[in-house]
Structures are given as C-alpha cells and as structure tokens.
C-alpha cells in the first residue's frame, strides 16, 4: 500500500476550564481519539455542528494548536513532536485557509507583500522569482496582476477569499486545511470559490481537509466525509456511502437538517432535539444518547467502538446493524 | 386572497455616507396577506434588510431616510395607516404590539444583565399593561409556547446561561407576547447551526399556524426559503426582481439573477460522480453591484449572460410573468 500523506493516531486535544487557584477545574476534550487517513489529491469534509471539535481538530494537526496525545504524521514524519525548526520546514507542506477573509488578511501588507512573506520566510526564490510566482498565485486564483499592488481593503470578500487561498498556495503546500473557507460569503460568490477549489485539487492534486457545515457544499467538493460529535468520530465514509447510506443516526439528522432547495417538505426527518451537551461533562457510554432518537439503556453502558463496516465506512453506534437509515 | 396587511409602495430609502448619497431601496413594492409568509431573498447589500427596518422604522434619523413611498398598513382596528408618516408616539404603539421583529444575533439584543423571564415580563407590562404577577405568568406562559423545556425554572436563567437556539426561542416568545399581527424575521436563523435552525424553523410555522400571524423572513438561503415561504421576493441592488409563489420561484425562475442564485446551491449528481465527473457550478460571475456607482440601465446586467446593450439604457420594469409571478427582465419570455 502506498503511504497515506497524512496519518492521524488516536489524536487528542485537551483544555483546560475553569481552573483557578482554588479550584482544579476540569478537561474539555475537545478532540478524542480521532484517527484518519488521507492520501495524496484526496478532499475530506470535516462536519458537525459548533462545538463538535472540527476547527481544533484542523488546526492540532497543523499545531497550530498543540495536541495533548496521538500522533500526525505528514509523509511519514511525525509532526507532533516536531523542533520548531522542524515545524517551520513542515509547514511549507501544509497550509490553512481561513474562514473569514477580512480578520486573516493584513491589512497593512500589499497583496505582493502577503503572498510572498511565505517565500520569503522559506528562503525560496530570489526577489525576481518571487515576482513573477506572484503573478502565477494571482492568475492561478483568478485575480489580475495588478492585484500585487493593492491592498487587502480594496477588494470584496469573495477576491480576499481568493487572496487567502493563494497565500495558502504560496509555498506550494501538499495539503491543506479549509476552515469554513465559503461559510462567511454570499452564495453567489460562494460558488466561485468552490468552482475554484474544484479546480486546484484537480490541477494541484492538493490533498484538503474542507471544514463545513454546508452539506451540499461537501458533498460537492469531497471524496469522504468525516462526521465529528462533540470531540469523537462518529461516522466516516466515502461520500456516497456517508449520503446515501448513513448508518449513525446523527448522521442521518445532519442530512436531514441541511435546507434543501426543493419545494416539497420532507415528512420522515430524524428532528434532533436540544442543542450539543456540556462538553465539560458529556453524557456517559454513547455521547450522541442524549438527542438520539433511537439511544436504549445499553447505550448509556458502552462507549460504542468505531467499527468498519463495508469498505471505508466506519460507524459508532452499537445499533448500526438493526436499524435502517437510508433516506426515502 | 383577503386584503394586505402590509403593502409597500415604491419605497425608496437613502443613506448618506462620506462616499456620497447612498441609494439602498430604489422602489421597492411588496405586499404582504394576514396569515402568510413572504420570505424576502438577497445577498449583502440588496436592501432586504434596510426594508425592513424600514416597515419598522428604525432607520436611524440624521444617517439614513424614507425618501419616498408608502408603507400602508392594516392595524387590528381595521383602519389602514402609511407607516412612513406616522408620528413616533404612534408608531412606538404599533412596533412590538402588532409589528414584531426578531433579529439575527439573539446576544446583542436581549439584554445581559437581566433574567429573561424579566425580559419577556418587560414586554407583557410595556404593550398589553399587565401588572407585575399577571406579566410574569405571562412570561412562564410565553416561554412554553416557543417549546422552552422547565419554563418556571429557565424564567430565571441569564441570557448567557442559554444556547444560542434558546435565546433565538426567547426572541421569538418576546417578539410575540403582544399577538403581533406582522412578525419581520431578518435572518433569525443565520447563526444558528443548521440542526438548530430546522428547530427554530419548525416552531415558527407551528406558531404561525397557532397565532395566525404574517411573517416577513428575510433570508440569503434559498433552502431556508423553501422550508418556510408560501411567496418569494428576490431583491438585487435595491430593487425587486422577481416574486412568485414559492414553488414557481424554486422550479420556475424567469429572472436571471433567480436562476443563478439557484445554480449556485451545489446538486451533485450521483450518476456523473460516480462516472467521476464533477460538473462546475453555474457560478454568477463579478461581485454585487457597488451602491454608489450603480451601473446603467439593469443592476445586474454587469452579470448577466442574458445582457444586451438595451438592457443598459434604462431599468427594466417588473412584469407579470403569470397569476402573482412579476420578473424585473426585458428578456423573462426568452428564459425557461
């Protein structure tokens, strides 16, 4: 088997709450035990609602926040455990793009000036190199030259959008984390930048790991899909497989809660209930129980395994097997 | 259909800014029937939201004004009154007693530092004069109502102590203790995840099916719109573009701006995927329109790949396309 670019073990990320000099406060996991796989020019969507750990889990693997345990490796180097001289080299490997293109941008850097800090920074290129791969970054993201020039307030938010990504691309990263990259934009310009992501993973052979919460958007992008509920994986699997054969019931109620563009309402919808648990203190045996329409005893017992069923498709649930999901 | 309770008539609003005047709503007309939901549709910096606080009139004096129309609207006496030049003291009657308004940031307008059940008590003494116990009773009351889970206990709670869906339930109970005759809904569900959003989504046709209340929702989501609209309204730079019942809107658009909007929702195809193909999105190429410098003729010609050069010499009319179907097009017949 060839190698996977990125190997995520057992990967866990914890905080720290309310800890005080009197008090010792308590440990939200915010990611646990999450493992994956993902090969060269593979996309993967990452979803689940806030809290759910999809935005720690993106940046952990960058370290951009430190992970407390697990293990990532980036073609087979194990990033977690890194020298920062290391990382520095690393991360020229992988790269992230930002939800909002108005906080992520400087806005005292020219676009010429941001988009070869990179370079600069991994002492690639002499100074006409940098011009010209400016130029190259411009044009690959569908903006003009003259865009060197300009600064980050000049241009809407769909172009910063496509300002950012060429950053990301700068140093010509073999994966990156899209976090949320579409969710702060007008749907009309969303669909550019998705159009645009599109083409560079199939131009770049870019491997992304697409944070989400718009579920057509994935659907669209991704070639697998990972479902996260509060900190822990509760399903993945390629995206036909996860949309119309889910297996774990909040799967199905993510699916069934996506708005659709058609005008006959659904009427057999799984509808949760409540909002997300404590993640201070998460309910016991299943963490999902507690808004599951199908939870029995048993599944305030057992913490349910990821368990493989079929070809790349893992599900936690202890009743995976007796009970249908498959939309109508 | 029974008579409007809301009809607006070639409104216009105009802002000043440092850049020059700012022209937000170029003529909008909307109607709105008791009872039904018309979801107003559009993107930043279309004037969905400027017409609707509008209709509330809370444009803020000295920075922005009603520089023209009509807002005629039907007050529980019968009697139809134009909003635009109602005197304040009659208009704070009307706002939050028959005209109600739930906002998209549930945090900053509840207020922090007092329990909700208070807040929603406040509401209850200001517009229907109840005393202290028969508005607290009432608040337990309302709190039930938009499906709060121990009402008496979470009464007590701090807006902070509530997930964000819950305090978008305390909007909604706050916004309907006076039976409000129009509910104006600007974006209620935006920031909310989309489990929660069907929730909230849910409830408000359960409590418009209860409470016989209209609603004006407005929204970006076409999705959204199909899981709450009975008609659509779709606004581009200003103006309205094309409004239909919400089915036709969904399978029938004849604006191009409508059609483009629909396109850009991804639908994967399963068969092609599964052929490995993944088609490009019909993406609506340029940004929006630049409210200073408003193109000639069309707003949206700039974009459109129906434009010709007569579609930049003056502003297209809405015409009726079919029964209460209207397209802002010069060329709608050529669109199907």
């Given at each position: 088997m060839t190698q996977p670019l990125i190997e995520v073990r057992d990967l866990e990320v914890h905080f720290p709450v309310g800890r005080t000099m009197f008090n010792a406060g308590a440990t939200v996991r915010a990611v646990h035990r999450v493992s994956f796989e993902m090969g060269r020019g593979e996309v993967v969507g990452l979803v689940g609602e806030s809290g759910s750990g999809k935005t720690t889990l993106g940046r952990s693997l960058l370290r951009l926040i430190e992970p407390t345990g697990g293990s990532v490796r980036l073609n087979g180097k194990e990033v977690t455990g890194m020298s920062p001289a290391d990382l520095r080299r690393a991360r020229s490997d992988m790269q992230i793009i930002f939800q909002d293109p108005f906080a992520s941008l400087n806005p005292r850097m020219s676009v010429g000036e941001i988009l070869s800090e990179a370079l600069h920074l991994h002492s690639i290129g002499s100074r006409a190199d940098r011009r010209d791969r400016v130029a190259a970054l411009l044009e690959t993201v569908g903006l003009p030259p003259q865009a060197a020039e300009r600064y980050p307030h000049e241009f809407s938010g769909g172009q910063r959008q496509r300002i950012g990504i060429a950053r990301a691309l700068s140093v010509e990263p073999a994966f990156i984390v899209a976090d949320?990259?579409?969710?702060?934009?007008d749907v009309s310009i969303q669909a550019q930048i998705v159009n645009l992501l599109a083409e560079l993973r199939e131009k770049m052979k870019l491997s992304i790991l697409f944070i989400g919460h718009d579920l057509s958007v994935i659907e669209y992008l991704c070639d697998r899909v990972i479902v996260l509920y509060l900190g822990k994986v509760m399903e993945s699997g390629t995206v036909a497989e996860i949309y119309?054969?889910?297996?774990h019931p909040y799967t199905r109620a993510l699916l069934d809660a996506a708005p659709q563009v058609d005008a006959n309402r659904r009427t057999d919808r799984i509808m949760l209930t409540g909002d997300l648990p404590s993640p201070v203190s998460p309910p016991s045996g299943c963490i999902f129980r507690t808004r599951c329409p199908f939870a029995q005893p048993e599944c305030a017992a057992t913490v349910p395994p990821l368990e493989t069923k079929g070809a790349d498709h893992r599900v936690a649930c202890i009743r995976a097997d007796e009970i249908d999901l498959v939309p109508g | 259909m029974s008579a409007k309770l809301l009809d607006i008539r070639d409104l216009v609003v105009e802002f000043r800014t440092e850049a020059g005047l700012l022209r937000a709503v170029k003529g909008v007309d909307l109607s709105i029937a008791a009872g039904e939901t018309l979801a107003l549709v559009g993107e930043s910096g279309s004037g969905k939201s400027v017409t609707s606080l509008s209709t509330m009139r809370l444009i803020p004096e000295g920075v922005g004004r009603i520089a023209g129309g009509e807002i005629l609207f039907r007050g529980r006496d019968g009697t139809v009154r134009d909003l635009v030049h109602l005197p304040g003291r009659e208009m704070a009657g009307i706002r939050g007693s028959e005209i109600a308004m739930v906002f998209q940031e549930p945090m900053t307008s509840l207020n922090p530092a007092h329990r909700i059940g208070a807040q929603i008590a406040e509401a209850a003494r200001l517009h229907e004069g109840l005393g202290r116990k028969a508005a607290r009773a009432r608040a337990v009351e309302m709190l039930k109502l938009v499906d709060i889970p121990e009402p008496e206990r979470r009464a007590e709670a701090y807006p902070h102590q509530l997930s964000g869906g819950m305090r978008q339930r305390v909007m909604i109970a706050i916004a309907l203790v006076c039976n409000p005759t129009l509910l104006i809904a600007d974006e209620p569900t935006t920031a909310l995840d989309s489990t929660v959003q069907l929730q909230i989504l849910v409830l408000l046709r359960r409590l418009q099916d209860e409470l016989g209340m209209a609603i004006l929702f407005i929204t970006h989501n076409l999705g959204v719109v199909a899981e709450i609209a009975d008609r659509v309204a779709v606004m581009y730079g200003g103006r309205i573009v094309e409004d239909a019942p919400m089915a036709e809107i969904l399978t029938a658009p004849r604006h191009p701006y409508t059609r483009g909007l629909l396109a850009s929702v991804p639908r994967t195809d399963h068969a092609a995927r599964a052929a490995g193909r993944r088609d490009r999105l019909q993406a609506i190429p340029g940004s929006m329109v630049d409210p200073l410098k408003p193109p000639p003729g069309c707003d949206f010609a700039p974009r459109c790949a129906w434009a010709q050069e007569a579609c930049t010499a003056a502003v297209p009319v809405l015409e009726g396309v079919a029964s209460g179907h209207h397209a802002r097009c010069r060329r709608w017949r050529e669109i199907v």
């Amino acid at each position: 088997m060839t190698q996977p670019l990125i190997e995520v073990r057992d990967l866990e990320v914890h905080f720290p709450v309310g800890r005080t000099m009197f008090n010792a406060g308590a440990t939200v996991r915010a990611v646990h035990r999450v493992s994956f796989e993902m090969g060269r020019g593979e996309v993967v969507g990452l979803v689940g609602e806030s809290g759910s750990g999809k935005t720690t889990l993106g940046r952990s693997l960058l370290r951009l926040i430190e992970p407390t345990g697990g293990s990532v490796r980036l073609n087979g180097k194990e990033v977690t455990g890194m020298s920062p001289a290391d990382l520095r080299r690393a991360r020229s490997d992988m790269q992230i793009i930002f939800q909002d293109p108005f906080a992520s941008l400087n806005p005292r850097m020219s676009v010429g000036e941001i988009l070869s800090e990179a370079l600069h920074l991994h002492s690639i290129g002499s100074r006409a190199d940098r011009r010209d791969r400016v130029a190259a970054l411009l044009e690959t993201v569908g903006l003009p030259p003259q865009a060197a020039e300009r600064y980050p307030h000049e241009f809407s938010g769909g172009q910063r959008q496509r300002i950012g990504i060429a950053r990301a691309l700068s140093v010509e990263p073999a994966f990156i984390v899209a976090d949320e990259p579409v969710s702060a934009l007008d749907v009309s310009i969303q669909a550019q930048i998705v159009n645009l992501l599109a083409e560079l993973r199939e131009k770049m052979k870019l491997s992304i790991l697409f944070i989400g919460h718009d579920l057509s958007v994935i659907e669209y992008l991704c070639d697998r899909v990972i479902v996260l509920y509060l900190g822990k994986v509760m399903e993945s699997g390629t995206v036909a497989e996860i949309y119309q054969r889910p297996r774990h019931p909040y799967t199905r109620a993510l699916l069934d809660a996506a708005p659709q563009v058609d005008a006959n309402r659904r009427t057999d919808r799984i509808m949760l209930t409540g909002d997300l648990p404590s993640p201070v203190s998460p309910p016991s045996g299943c963490i999902f129980r507690t808004r599951c329409p199908f939870a029995q005893p048993e599944c305030a017992a057992t913490v349910p395994p990821l368990e493989t069923k079929g070809a790349d498709h893992r599900v936690a649930c202890i009743r995976a097997d007796e009970i249908d999901l498959v939309p109508g | 259909m029974s008579a409007k309770l809301l009809d607006i008539r070639d409104l216009v609003v105009e802002f000043r800014t440092e850049a020059g005047l700012l022209r937000a709503v170029k003529g909008v007309d909307l109607s709105i029937a008791a009872g039904e939901t018309l979801a107003l549709v559009g993107e930043s910096g279309s004037g969905k939201s400027v017409t609707s606080l509008s209709t509330m009139r809370l444009i803020p004096e000295g920075v922005g004004r009603i520089a023209g129309g009509e807002i005629l609207f039907r007050g529980r006496d019968g009697t139809v009154r134009d909003l635009v030049h109602l005197p304040g003291r009659e208009m704070a009657g009307i706002r939050g007693s028959e005209i109600a308004m739930v906002f998209q940031e549930p945090m900053t307008s509840l207020n922090p530092a007092h329990r909700i059940g208070a807040q929603i008590a406040e509401a209850a003494r200001l517009h229907e004069g109840l005393g202290r116990k028969a508005a607290r009773a009432r608040a337990v009351e309302m709190l039930k109502l938009v499906d709060i889970p121990e009402p008496e206990r979470r009464a007590e709670a701090y807006p902070h102590q509530l997930s964000g869906g819950m305090r978008q339930r305390v909007m909604i109970a706050i916004a309907l203790v006076c039976n409000p005759t129009l509910l104006i809904a600007d974006e209620p569900t935006t920031a909310l995840d989309s489990t929660v959003q069907l929730q909230i989504l849910v409830l408000l046709r359960r409590l418009q099916d209860e409470l016989g209340m209209a609603i004006l929702f407005i929204t970006h989501n076409l999705g959204v719109v199909a899981e709450i609209a009975d008609r659509v309204a779709v606004m581009y730079g200003g103006r309205i573009v094309e409004d239909a019942p919400m089915a036709e809107i969904l399978t029938a658009p004849r604006h191009p701006y409508t059609r483009g909007l629909l396109a850009s929702v991804p639908r994967t195809d399963h068969a092609a995927r599964a052929a490995g193909r993944r088609d490009r999105l019909q993406a609506i190429p340029g940004s929006m329109v630049d409210p200073l410098k408003p193109p000639p003729g069309c707003d949206f010609a700039p974009r459109c790949a129906w434009a010709q050069e007569a579609c930049t010499a003056a502003v297209p009319v809405l015409e009726g396309v079919a029964s209460g179907h209207h397209a802002r097009c010069r060329r709608w017949r050529e669109i199907v």
